[in-house]
């Protein structure tokens, strides 16, 4: 009502100014009040009333060379000089049109939208007839992101000129980012009637096809616009990702190519050639089409989040510098992948430089003569692995062997050191190396009193107001973290030892804050939960650094589309904003991508460990992420929430809880309806070896201590049985929280599928789908029938011939009928 009589007011004040002849008075506040609302007719015919011969001296047109030398400014690309020159003829003829359209254009080439779009609304208040004033409008609106107001620019528009084929194809882009595929598509068929050979009108209409998952008309429509422009790379393209979805990949592959020959540089292109080599497994080939992608597009951050994928687990059989420096980048970009799942990869090309090749020979490494300094002197050349060493445990026995016996050395000749560059670097990245794998290395009773003898000569030093040297402290920090030094909070932090004071003094001290405000559901009291809780307490698991989250959110029908899920309620497509639970959130690397992976989610993560769930919310912070809220809780309590959610996920958790079903059931109580539920369970067949050793262990009197670890560690390096042997590949070996969480848990079963089956039968569950990735790619290339990949019987028969299948987990999706 207040802004109703406030333009009522502006209204009668024009009047009054223009009947006494104060036009330029007038036309400001006529002109304010269009700016907050465009459609007011009285401003506007109150702006045209003052198009009067009387006042002619500012509605007359400019004349005909200052118009004719803005179009030869525009043409020549000086957009801020055609903005400068229009503004100053607009305040001298504001009635001339032609000038404002000009100004709008120019202004909206150099970003400054506001002014486009009000230099567009004075040419419309001198010529209201004139539609490519409205169209350009509608472009500046579709680059603020303001959808509603393009669509309704477009139209005007079109009710101006309705046989305007270029209007209809840009309302097209606009409904469909809208959503309005349906609509989108009938105003592309509408370009095309008014111009059947629209090659770009037909190319979107198949985008708008593809998105509705009509793939053989979006196909239609690319073969149609590329029979009016066959050299249209873009097309091609667009085919191809079409062609991908139908798992026609040969045909995709020759569709790629013919874009590439078309635009040579076209890196779009090599990056979807590549995620075609890295679903059929060929991960050289796509390895290369990500490097050509990335050499044509440095900063292209798909290309660097696919690679990564392709790196998992590869080895390289020859050297390769510039993949190299792509896997540093790589790392270096800290969300594009998880540096645990690339270090193989990286090692294996590591193992081809002299500079490490040499020191891994086992007689080398087993050389009490060894000099530190000079290996040292390689190692440091060497970026890439000083990079893996300071954010992942290094996966490798020969390279740890080689480590462990350099940080012996350093202790023992410590006094002796000069102040490098190259030691201290590599101290650095052997001292973080050591905090990540949580000191799994064993150490000698010489090392033992060296260390108390160099402890002590700093507590010297410290009491003398003196500084201990920066050897001194990465040398102590690589056999213990500094915070649990009682002198750690008088160390001076120099630029030598600031990486590892960050990662071991002042980020232990965040969680320890962040303890005191994580709320908790209800006193843990279930016995075994106690066990585990304890478990998890002193050992976070897991300690990590950088991991990958997808570089955009994406709906859960997306999500569920590129999983291929077998969906019995398909209300749960309909869900735009999920509520989803993380049931065991550990250290938050699992709550942290979920969060990232689906679009306007909100996400509970909860997990009996107030340590682990520390860990958890210092790193949320970190990386910016504000949809998570964390929550000490006992899955058994979850009851006292009274919430459901649209999705949960439990992975890896409900193995170590005393009844895994009971669990199980209280997490579908928090299930809604329809919603969707991922679980992960240890595998019976595939564990055989982990079973056989902990047999070992109950028979050998060991417990989880840290000695008692080390030592059948150290044990297992040594040995030449094959199940032993076995363990060595496992990620889980190399750091000492996830080999207690491996080999010494207080607490696990193990399922068969037969077992799974027999769960969802009791939990009446339906089976939607394991989670994708190569195991699915493998099962296909025995099960290519419809209906295989939800047929938990032919899962089973694979498994059984197949036996170390799941030798993570078995992590699947199922959904809660309504």
């Avoid at 193992?351 to 020191?359: D, G, R, S, T, V």
């Avoid at 160099?454 to 040398?475: A, D, G, W, Y």
Wanted: glycine residues 4%.
């Amino acid at each position: 009502m207040l802004a109703n009589l406030s333009v009522e007011r502006s209204l009668m004040k024009a009047k009054s100014h223009a009947k006494k002849g104060e036009v330029a008075e007038a036309q400001k506040l006529y002109q304010t009040i269009l700016q907050k609302f465009s459609n007011n007719i009285r401003a506007q015919q109150g702006l045209a009333a003052l198009k009067k011969p009387q006042h002619n001296n500012i509605i007359q047109s400019p004349p005909q060379e200052a118009v004719d030398q803005l179009v030869n400014l525009y043409n020549q690309g000086e957009f801020s000089a055609v903005v400068e020159q229009a503004e100053i003829l607009t305040g001298q003829y504001s009635g001339a049109f032609i000038v404002w359209n000009i100004l709008g254009v120019s202004a909206a080439q150099i970003g400054m939208l506001d002014k486009a779009i009000e230099a567009y609304k004075n040419t419309l208040l001198f010529n209201p007839n004139y539609a490519d004033a409205y169209f350009n409008m509608g472009i500046a609106f579709k680059e603020q992101g303001k959808l509603a107001e393009t669509i309704e620019a477009y139209k005007k528009a079109l009710a101006l000129k309705p046989d305007y084929a270029k209007v209809y194809y840009n309302l097209g882009l606009a409904l469909k980012d809208q959503g309005k595929l349906d609509d989108a598509i009938e105003v592309y068929e509408k370009a095309i009637s008014i111009k059947p050979d629209y090659a770009d009108a037909y190319n979107n209409m198949g985008v708008a096809f593809k998105e509705k998952g009509k793939l053989t008309e979006a196909i239609q429509a690319y073969y149609k616009s590329l029979s009016i422009m066959p050299d249209y790379a873009g097309v091609y393209y667009n085919l191809g990702l079409a062609l991908k979805d139908q798992g026609k990949l040969e045909k995709a592959i020759e569709v790629y190519k013919k874009a590439i020959s078309l635009k040579p540089d076209y890196a779009d292109a090599y990056n979807n050639l590549g995620n075609i080599f890295q679903d059929q497994e060929k991960f050289q080939k796509s390895i290369e089409a990500f490097k050509k992608a990335l050499s044509l597009k440095s900063d292209y951050a798909e290309a660097y989040s696919n690679i990564g994928l392709s790196l998992k687990g590869i080895a390289f059989k020859k050297q390769n510098l510039d993949l190299q420096k792509i896997i540093m980048s790589l790392l270096d970009k800290k969300t594009y992948v998880r540096p645990q799942d690339i270090n193989y990869a990286a090692i294996s090309l590591l193992k081809f430089e002299p500079n490490l090749k040499k020191h891994l020979e086992p007689q080398n490494i087993a050389d009490v003569g060894l000099k530190p300094l000079e290996v040292i002197a390689d190692l440091s050349e060497l970026p890439l692995l000083l990079k893996l060493m300071s954010v992942c445990p290094i996966m490798d026995a020969g390279l740890e062997k080689l480590l462990i016996k350099l940080r012996a050395k350093l202790l023992m000749s410590i006094t002796d050191l000069t102040n490098s560059r190259d030691i201290l670097k590599f101290q650095s990245a052997l001292a973080l190396q050591c905090f990540t794998n949580e000191y799994i290395y064993c150490e000698s009773e010489d090392e033992e009193k060296a260390l108390a003898l160099l402890e002590e000569s700093v507590k010297q030093v410290l009491s003398n107001k003196r500084k201990p040297s920066s050897q001194t402290i990465l040398c102590l920090a690589s056999y213990k973290p500094l915070n649990h030094y009682e002198w750690s909070s008088s160390l001076l932090v120099t630029n030598e030892i600031k990486d590892v004071f960050t990662r071991q003094i002042i980020e232990p001290n965040k969680e320890a804050n962040l303890k005191n405000f994580l709320p908790l559901l209800e006193d843990i009291n279930d016995k075994v939960s106690l066990k585990v809780r304890e478990q998890y307490e002193s050992s976070p698991y897991p300690r990590w650094v950088n991991l990958r989250l997808e570089l955009k959110p994406a709906s859960i029908s997306k999500v569920i589309s590129e999983i291929k899920l077998k969906i019995f309620d398909d209300n749960i497509i309909k869900v735009k904003a999920p509520d989803i639970l993380i049931a065991g959130c550990g250290t938050g690397q699992h709550s942290i991508e979920t969060a990232a992976r689906y679009k306007d989610s909100k996400v509970l993560a909860i997990d009996l460990s107030i340590s682990s769930l520390s860990y958890a919310k210092r790193k949320t912070e970190e990386l910016s992420i504000e949809n998570i809220d964390y929550l000490q809780a006992d899955i058994l309590d979850l009851g006292k929430l009274d919430r459901q959610f649209d999705i949960v996920e439990s992975v890896g958790v409900l193995h170590h809880m005393d009844k895994p079903v009971a669990g199980w059931r209280i997490l579908k109580d928090c299930l809604k309806p329809g919603g969707l539920m991922k679980i992960g369970l240890y595998s019976e067949l595939a564990r055989q070896n982990i079973l056989e050793m902990r047999k070992e262990i109950s028979n050998a009197g060991l417990v989880s201590s840290d000695a008692d670890m080390k030592s059948f560690r150290s044990m297992l390096m040594k040995s030449d049985k094959n199940h032993h042997k076995l363990i060595l590949n496992s990620p889980d070996f190399y750091s000492l929280s996830t080999l207690k969480d491996l080999l010494f848990h207080v607490q696990e079963h193990r399922f068969t599928i037969a077992q799974i089956q027999e769960c969802l039968s009791e939990l009446e569950l339906k089976f939607c789908g394991f989670e994708k990735n190569t195991i699915v790619s493998h099962f296909r290339l025995t099960n290519a029938g419809e209906g295989d990949l939800y047929n938990l019987d032919k899962w089973e028969a694979y498994e059984k011939t197949n036996p170390s299948t799941f030798a993570g987990m078995y992590q699947f999706w199922c959904q809660k009928p309504e």
